[in-house]
């Protein structure tokens, strides 16, 4: 099984194909959302990271996801508008998810697959690295951080390369 993310086709939160081949040359980072979740003010630090380092080639790619304990109830466009003007938000935002179970995006099944935990996602926030070639290069779960060090070190390991 391929090991990348760039045969994907995604839909964004305002509904238009997005292909994740489109960014070949940059770090991304995907992330499952969600509005509810303990978690939730990391959207805080994760536009932080997208405005300190989206100039050196950083996506930030936030996925909605209702699958732990109905955390994203709202509909797309209500969480547009949540994640603007509550945190300011201006990384891409897509279409609601599912990041596990029997309808489990088959992206989201690639990011697990391509790591060596091969765990489903355990929880709102968990955090997929991708490399300039669109292969999955970390995964980090939900209590670490937009800020913390070993993300951080990782983004900027991702961009000098």
Known sequence: MSQTITDFTVATIEGKEKDLKDYLGNVVLIVNVASYCGF??????????????????LRILGFPCNDYGAQEPKSNPEILKFCQTKYGVTFELFDKVHAVGSQQHPLYERLTQATDNKADVGWNFEKFLINKKGEVVERFKSGVAPESPELVSAIERELKK
């Open 40 to 57: 939730t003010s990391q959207y805080k630090g994760l536009e932080a990271l997208n405005q300190k380092y989206q100039d050196q080639g």
